[in-house]
């Protein structure tokens, strides 16, 4: 401890620029007392912990249960509003599509999101819950062929893991799986 005070010392003397010696005036401590000052609040300034770029917060279970049930919800009624084949609002859904459009918004505004999988890639080790697995012919490699349920981030953090089903490329080995999880 001793060592590091002498070793900070001559720094200090030399940014303080303390009068040494018996004939020092008022003007000089008045100086000596504005450096001290000036390099207090310069060190408490540095001192101050950088603030998190994202705060705490502390939401009750019930409702972030009830708004994740929302937004599942949401995205269900999406799901049966759009053609499969051609991805296109069925025609006489259309006023009722845009309410949910407006759902999924307000959603985002309060910083969830929710993710539909069907036809991502997909590789062992993805937060997802893999219900079954089908071999295809058509696959080249491992892909979402269905969500099943979505998975839903709030302020980028999962809070609902998807469940989704998954095509693999077909060879004479692969058999169907059902109940598989990775």
């Known amino acids: 401890m001793k060592k590091h005070l002498k070793r900070k010392q001559p720094q200090w003397r030399q940014q303080l620029a303390i009068p040494l010696g018996e004939g020092t005036d008022l003007a000089s401590l008045d100086k000596l007392l504005t450096n001290v ?34 937004a599942t919800s949401a995205w269900r009624a999406k ?18 599509y845009k309410d ?8 985002e505004e309060i910083g969830f ?10 590789d062992d080790g993805q937060p997802m819950k893999v219900i079954t697995s089908q071999p295809r012919q058509d696959a080249t490699r491992k892909y979402v062929l269905e969500t099943l349920l ?5 302020n980028d953090r999962i809070i609902q893991h998807g469940e989704i089903e998954i095509a693999i490329p077909a060879t004479s080995d692969h058999q169907p799986s059902t109940g598989a999880k990775t």
């Open 113 to 122: 999101t929710i993710k539909n999988h069907t036809g991502d890639p997909y």
């Open 79 to 96: 799901a049966k509003m759009v053609d499969g084949t051609t991805g296109e609002v069925h025609q006489e859904m259309a006023r009722v």
């Open 150 to 154: 979505p998975t839903v981030y709030w």
């Open 100 to 107: 949910i459009e407006r759902i999924y918004r307000h959603l």
């Open 37 to 70: 000052k000036t390099l207090l609040a310069n060190q408490e300034a540095s001192a101050v912990p950088a603030t998190t770029s994202r705060p705490i917060e502390v939401v009750p279970p019930s409702f972030l249960k009830g708004v994740l049930a929302i």
